[in-house]
């Protein structure tokens, strides 16, 4: 009953979600909130790519918007080139070149560990933005890509502001789902089992070379899916969208929320987002708020809020 | 079988592991049956470490070779060694310290199966299977402890499980008593010789008392070579062995 009751919640929780725009349409500020929670979604869904691999497989990239910006690019370039805003075509082509590139990659880089896997995926991270900036007849270059269409899926027309908004829920809820499922599977385990105690997975019979390349690519694959839908929400890539600045904002998300933690990235994508948008129009300095946040959370709260959630909820247990 | 391997579950030839200028193995030749106990004992810096590291292919041997139930296997890498039957309880434990005992040993069985299954949770009989062995290594009822949570004696007993959990048919066991009480030891190896007698068991061991007790047979090494080889009763009679370790090792 308990499990029929938690379903029923969550149900209703994901109802709401999607249909936000329809249930808010009589406020005031509804478009503008229907536009920032589009957004915390778009990061949150790129932020539980990256926890992937920084909380479950122990791989701390601090490069992972080289596969949100490819997918943004490989979403609005497949629209344009192949003349198409079917869903099927640009998201395709965003989940394929950013899982590629993320093999291509990965292949090099998963074989190091600790500060040197940060700055190998840091410096990969920056050729792909380079190429981004410089390849100006395909990119735009600079002035980033304009004009990204916004999909259809056959027949249905998703280019409205609300249907974007559903679109974007939706993706980021079946992305939640999996990354659920694979948190509980054995998979998930054997990528903790790699964070934990690599030497001994090997000892077990695990290729874990092979595991921590295949974290590596499904990480960049959904990272590819954030991008697109960053890509269509926006209706422009811009190269800072693979920059650095990018990578720092969901590895940020992902330690305030909590790494390791399925709510973790949600949370802090959302409370990112927040103090960038909301609060920083109404307060100044909300940008050293924010690193102060940060800084907060890496003296004081590795676990980040799950983590506080956790022990605050333990001692009132108690 | 045939040639010159004659069946033996393990067998290695004149290996060799410099680091740098020294001599860590230096030549080293033994074959151990199928079924056989044998003790690896010796003063520290004989190589025994090395050894162990060299057959699990954590790290290369400069010379020689490596023969795993006929198999040449020399230089492969661990995880395809612990594919072949081959598997190690570490000196120094290594454990999945945040997890249940119970997932630490899911994981050693689940290996077989293989990790690829994104959506789907660890069957329930490896789970068993889990608690079971817990159970045989004495830690019923810590199923739900997290390792790091564990005393010193229950992380030797886990580390165990976590080896025999694999169904190893070779197992290296790198000093199973190391830091435990006597009542912790006495247990421990009563385990040991417990285990089923198909199970080839390679053990490092600086209790003298427990080699002798647990191992058919007793390999010496010193400076990288070994320096006898047999029962226990030649081993103790043994001039040379007296004279760079079991004398020493009685004073001390």
Same mark, same amino acid.
């Given at each position: 009953m308990r499990r029929v009751g938690s379903w029923a919640a969550v149900a209703a929780v994901a109802a709401a979600l999607v249909s936000f725009p329809y249930w808010t349409a009589a406020w005031e500020s509804s478009r503008y909130a229907t536009t920032v929670l589009r957004d915390m979604l778009v990061f949150a869904t790129f932020a539980l790519s990256l926890n992937l691999l920084v909380?479950?497989?122990?791989?701390?990239?601090?490069?992972?918007?080289?596969?949100?910006?490819?997918?943004?690019?490989?979403?609005?370039?497949?629209?344009q080139r192949l003349a198409t805003d079917q869903l099927h075509v640009t998201m395709g082509a965003a989940v394929l070149v950013a899982g590629v590139l993320a093999l291509l990659i990965g292949a090099l880089v998963v074989r190091s560990s600790g500060i040197f896997f940060l700055m190998l995926t840091l410096a990969f991270a920056q050729m792909v933005f380079a190429i981004a900036f410089q390849?100006?007849?395909?990119?735009?270059?600079?002035?980033?890509?304009?004009?990204?269409?916004?999909?259809?899926?056959?027949?249905?027309?998703?280019?409205?502001?609300d249907?974007?908004?559903m679109l974007v829920a939706t993706v980021f809820l079946l992305v939640t789902w999996l990354l659920w499922r694979i948190s509980r599977s054995t998979y998930g385990r054997a990528l903790i089992g790699v964070r934990e105690n690599e030497r001994r997975m090997r000892a077990l019979g695990y290729d874990t070379t092979?595991?921590?390349?295949?974290?590596f690519v499904l990480a960049g694959a959904l990272a590819g899916v954030a991008g697109a839908l960053a890509a269509y929400s926006a209706r422009f890539v811009s190269p800072s969208d693979a920059g650095i600045g990018t990578s720092v904002t969901a590895f940020v998300m992902v330690l305030i929320g909590g790494a390791g933690t399925l709510l973790g990235p949600i949370l802090g994508a959302g409370i990112v987002l927040y103090i960038e948008r909301v609060l920083s129009s109404s307060i100044p300095y909300a940008q050293t708020v924010l690193g102060l946040l940060f800084i907060g959370f890496v003296l004081l709260a590795r676990q980040g809020i799950i983590g506080l959630a956790r022990r605050a909820l333990a001692l009132a247990t108690r | 079988m045939g040639g010159s391997s004659g069946g033996a579950a393990l067998e290695v030839r004149d290996l060799r592991r410099e680091f740098g200028g020294i001599k860590a193995l230096d030549g080293v030749t033994f074959a151990v049956g199928p079924g056989e106990r044998r003790g690896v004992i010796g003063p520290n810096g004989a190589g025994k470490t090395t050894l162990f590291n060299v057959l699990t292919g954590e790290v290369r /041997? %400069?010379?020689g070779s490596v023969r795993l139930r006929g198999e040449d296997v020399t230089g492969r890498p661990t995880w395809q060694l612990a594919r072949r039957g081959l598997a190690r309880m570490y000196q120094r434990n290594e454990l999945f310290e945040p997890l249940e005992t119970r997932a630490n040993v899911a994981l050693a069985i689940g290996a077989r199966r293989g990790p690829y299954r994104p959506l789907t949770a660890a069957p329930a009989v490896e789970l068993e299977a889990a608690d079971l062995l817990l159970g045989q290594v004495g830690l019923a009822g810590r199923e739900r402890t997290p390792a790091r949570s564990l005393s010193h004696g229950e992380r030797r007993q886990l580390e165990l499980a976590v080896a025999l959990a694999a169904s190893p048919q070779v197992l290296l066991l790198?000093? /199973? %008593?190391?830091?435990?009480?006597?009542?912790?030891?006495?247990?421990?190896?009563?385990l040991i010789a417990s285990l089923d007698r198909t199970l080839t068991i390679l053990i490092v061991e600086h209790d003298v008392d427990v080699v002798f007790r647990l191992a058919d047979r007793i390999s010496v090494l010193h400076e990288g070579r070994v320096i006898a080889d047999g029962t226990a009763e030649e081993i103790r009679g043994d001039v040379r062995v007296n004279e760079v370790y079991l004398g020493k090792a009685v004073r001390a």
């Open positions: 909380g479950y497989a122990g791989m701390p990239s601090l490069g992972h918007a080289a596969y949100f910006g490819a997918g943004a690019y490989a979403a609005g370039i497949a629209g390849w100006t007849e395909v990119t735009g270059g600079s002035n980033g890509f304009p004009g990204v269409r916004r999909p259809s899926i056959g027949e249905l027309d998703l280019s409205a502001p249907r974007v908004f092979r595991l921590r390349l295949s974290a | /041997p %400069t010379g790198d000093e /199973p %008593t190391a830091g435990m009480s006597p009542a912790e030891t006495a247990r421990i190896a009563d």
